[in-house]
């Protein structure tokens, strides 16, 4: 149980493109949802928490207009990256909690490239 | 605010055992995590102590102490595949997130 699927694993995008990213639940409903991002060898960096039928808080230093996020159901979240540049390039990861569970369960990942 | 501070890296032998160490300090504390994540992937729990003292899971342990902001993990036995960096997290009263140490890259050898 408390599984989360992320797609797609990967994408390469040309700079100036957007890029949707979806993390579902699929066998529990999740009012929120939280973006993370990683870069290499550094450890996962909250970036955004998605919240069902609302805005979503963003994290200082993270530009809400450039993230967009989307938690229009109780399972699904989208982030959108616009006007990507290669210093986006990044391993973006969403997470969410099944209340009758203890723990965050995460999304395999998204390895974003910008070319 | 909060700080949470693991080693950076750890190496050890196939078959010894290893603990990692993780110190926070956060404004409030509901709980904390001990995930796995291979390079590439996303991160697989592990473990999760809320009270005082050791749990135990198989190879893998974990111990808090919640007055001393303290835990480790332990991992007996190892194996290769246990090659991978051990992310240490705290659930922060009212925040309803988490929030990682650095995380602590393990490197099992023969």
């Known amino acids: 149980g408390a599984v989360v699927s992320q797609h797609p694993s990967r994408v390469i995008c040309k700079s100036g493109t957007s890029v949707k990213i979806e993390c579902r639940s699929l066998?529990?409903?999740?009012?929120?949802m939280f973006w993370y991002r990683q870069f290499p060898k550094q450890s996962l960096m909250l970036m955004a928490t998605s919240n069902e039928g609302s805005k979503a808080t963003y994290e200082q230093g993270v530009e809400k207009d450039k993230f967009l996020i989307n938690h229009a159901s109780l399972t699904l979240s989208t982030l959108t990256v616009t006007s990507a540049h290669p210093e986006d390039s990044s391993f973006y990861i969403c997470s969410a909690r099944d209340q009758l569970r203890p723990g965050y369960t995460f999304g395999s990942g998204t390895r974003l490239t910008v070319v | 605010g909060q700080n949470i501070d693991q080693p950076t890296e750890m190496t050890a032998t196939e078959g010894a055992i290893v603990q990692i160490n993780c110190t926070y300090q956060?404004?409030?504390?509901?709980?904390l995590f001990w995930y796995q994540q291979h390079a590439g992937e996303a991160p697989t729990f592990l473990s999760y102590?809320?009270?005082?003292g050791l749990e135990e899971k198989g190879r893998f342990s974990s111990f808090l102490s919640r007055s001393k902001g303290y835990s480790y993990l332990l991992l007996k036995e190892l194996q290769m595949k246990d090659s991978a960096s051990y992310l240490c997290a705290v659930d922060q009263t009212g925040a309803n997130n988490l929030f990682f140490g650095t995380g602590t890259r393990l490197t099992v050898i023969p």
């Open positions: 102590n809320v009270l005082d």
């Open positions: 066998d529990f409903q999740a009012t929120t």
């Open positions: 956060t404004s409030g504390f509901n709980g």
